[in-house]
């Protein structure tokens, strides 16, 4: 098992940046892979970026060169840095991780973003 606490959602400005973190604990030398989704209302979660335990890096296209994840060397944390944020990047994130042998999923309990003027 794997337990994720997501921090650093709140209220920002359009252009305005945030920084969510994401601490895993419990099993964590089984996780393979750590990342972020998102869902805003009325649409279906979705896939923001992704780092596995190798330094491998995946983006949404709608997030490319705005987003960064990054993981601590432990590779217990995930972190999120969203500059230049719009409002459509609006939503619940979530945290997520992956382990192996079974690829089994696990996930937070989701920190608000709001960007609003």
């Known amino acids: 098992q794997v337990q994720l606490v997501e921090s650093g959602g709140g209220l920002v400005q359009p252009g305005g940046s945030l920084r969510l973190s994401c601490a895993a604990s419990?099993?964590?030398?089984?996780?393979?892979?750590m990342g972020w989704y998102r869902q805003a209302p009325g649409k279906e979660r979705e896939l923001v970026a992704t780092?596995?335990?190798?330094?491998?890096?995946n983006y949404a296209d709608s997030v490319k060169g705005r987003f960064t994840i990054s993981r601590d060397n432990r590779k217990d944390t995930v972190y999120l840095q969203m500059n230049s944020l719009k409002p459509e990047d609006t939503a619940v994130y979530y945290c997520?991780?992956?382990?192996?042998?079974?690829?089994?999923?696990?996930w937070g309990q989701g920190t608000q973003v709001t960007v609003s003027s």
């Open positions: 997520n991780a992956v382990t192996w042998p079974r690829n089994s999923s696990y």
């Open positions: 780092a596995t335990n190798a330094g491998s890096t």
């Open positions: 419990g099993n964590i030398f089984r996780i393979s892979a």
